[in-house]
Every structure is written in C-alpha cells, then in structure tokens.
C-alpha cells in the first residue's frame, strides 16, 4: 500500500480488537492486489442510535491506479456493539476483495491480450504528480495512463517533474497494473518530443509544450 492506512470512528470508541481485524483485512487486500494506493475505513454509529447501540455504518474506500475508486458499505440492523460490528467489518472487506478480485482479471487478460504494449520503451507526459507522496502518472502515445513511483525515475530526477515534462519509460503489467519501471526524462515540456509525438499525446490544460 502506498499511504499508509486510515481508520475513523465517528460516535463510537476506538476498540483494539476491532482495530486488529480490519489492518489483517486490509493486508489480505494488499496482499491480493499490490498496487493499491490508499485505503480508508470508516466506523460510524448514527447520532440516534447512541444509546441503543443497535445500528452501525462501515464504508471503505481503495485508491487503485490510474484515478481509479472502489467503495463499498454495509449497514448493520439490531445486535451486540461487538459481535455485530465485527460480522459488519467482515461482510464489508469480503465485498471489496470481490471488487479486486474482478479488476485483477481484467487486468490480466488485458495483459495476455496486449503483450505488446508491455516491457517495451515508450514515449509520453508526466499528466499528474503527487510529490510528496512520491507518484505520478504518465500518459502514453497509445492514451493511456501509468502509475510511476519516484524511485522509477532515474539520476533521482523525481525532483525535476512537472506536468508536462516529456519522458521516456519502459512499461511493465502485473499485479500491480500498468506501472513504469523506468522512467527518463527527455526534458522539461516538449522540447525534445517530436512535434508528432506531442500531437498524439494530449497536453494537460495550463501546460504550455
């Protein structure tokens, strides 16, 4: 997982118990599909329900290259705060693991299907950065998007980009999905890219090539 874990309660106390079972559920999705960018748990309890203790909310939310979202909740009805918050937590990381599951296929017979599009150096622009999570991606000739990790890049150029910086990246397909493992720099907005190469690869709008 590439940030760390987050887990919020809102009108219910923090149980380490509770806590324990939902890092084992997470690593089992991280374990599944290791390209996950982020995962956020969340455990509420509805203002009138306080007393009764008889209903509760879990949503989790997974981040997944490229831009991709997957959401799932559940809603428990009557039942002890424990027991029932624990089989709620379950039926909600078993919904999302099939959500991973269905996109680790697809990805994998995109990847038999497309063999030429893997392991082969390409051309594209750096679309979008997050630098102090230390990714990006990179959109390609063909219009796709790959994630890249800063330690992708080499010379430690990770510093340099920006949207828009042309770049040169050997593409790879796994687990983790379209992913660069290399990634150059040709230099910074279209000054080394041919002008054809520019043209087929759509500029982000504020990016002057």
């Given at each position: 997982m590439r940030t760390p874990l987050e887990i919020t309660y809102r009108n219910v106390s923090k149980n380490d118990t509770i806590?324990?079972?939902?890092?084992e559920k997470a690593d089992k999705l991280d374990r599944l599909h290791d390209s996950i960018i982020s995962c956020r748990v969340s455990i509420e309890r509805p203002q009138g329900y306080q007393q009764k203790g008889?209903?509760?909310?879990?949503?989790?939310d997974l981040r997944l290259p490229p831009g991709k979202e997957l959401v799932t909740h559940r809603k428990s009805g009557q039942g002890e705060m424990?027991?029932?918050?624990?089989?709620?937590?379950?039926?909600?990381?078993?919904?999302?693991?099939r959500q991973l599951k269905k996109i680790k296929g697809k990805q994998e017979n995109h990847t038999k299907t497309n063999p030429s599009q893997t392991d082969a150096e390409q051309t594209g622009l750096v679309v979008r950065i997050f630098a102090d999570e230390g990714y990006g991606f990179i959109k390609t000739l063909n219009g796709r998007e790959v994630y890249?990790?800063?330690?992708?890049?080499?010379?430690?150029?990770?510093?340099?980009?920006?949207?828009?910086t042309g770049v040169r990246l050997v593409q790879t397909e796994g687990e983790k999905g379209p992913q660069a493992s290399t990634?150059?720099?040709?230099?910074k907005p279209g000054s080394r890219i041919s002008k054809k190469e520019q043209a087929d690869v759509e500029v982000p709008e504020g990016c002057q090539p």
């Open positions: 806590e324990t079972l939902i890092r008889s209903q509760y909310r879990v949503r989790i424990q027991e029932g918050l624990h089989k709620l937590i379950t039926t909600a990381f078993q919904s999302m693991e890249f990790h800063k330690n992708s890049v080499i010379h430690n150029d990770f510093d340099r980009l920006e949207i828009g990634v150059q720099i040709v230099d």
